[in-house]
């Protein structure tokens, strides 16, 4: 991949990038830190946990401005380049393994009625 550096949407995909980078290092940083019983480690950990939330929360506003100004009826139709049609796939992942699949699981109805079933 390369890019440009031409136009304002270089940068701004650029800066999503960079945002997506610490959120790795920060959600890496904590998984193994969690594991850590050094009272440091721990100190650490809540500020990559901080750092890790708000990262993940301005890489969705980010995503979110992204898909508005390419899918907005009111310009012409841009030709999505392969950073941003990247940056759509990761956000489609990023959403997948970041939704809340335990309330999706647990407080389902078909659940219940499954394991009563099985219980019978």
């Known amino acids: 991949m390369k890019i440009k550096f031409e136009t304002y949407l270089d940068y701004y995909i650029f800066f999503i990038i960079l945002i997506k980078i610490v959120f790795i290092i920060s959600a890496i940083g904590h998984i193994i830190l969690t594991h850590s019983t050094n009272s440091k480690g721990k100190q650490i950990d ?3 946990v901080y750092w890790k939330e708000r990262t ?5 506003i980010s995503m979110a401005i992204l898909l508005l100004y390419h899918f907005n009826p009111r310009f012409s139709k841009n030709i999505i380049d392969k950073e941003t049609s990247f940056l759509f796939f990761l956000f489609g992942w ?5 939704a809340k699949w335990g ?10 009625l499954l394991f009563t079933s099985i219980r019978k």
Do not use: S
């Not at 990023?94 to 970041?98: A, D, K």
């Not at 309330?103 to 219940?112: D, L």
């Open 56 to 60: 993940e929360f301005i890489f969705i």
């Open 103 to 112: 309330i999706f699981i647990e407080e389902a109805p078909w659940r219940q």
């Open 94 to 98: 990023i959403l997948i393994f970041t």
């Open 46 to 48: 809540t500020r990559l």
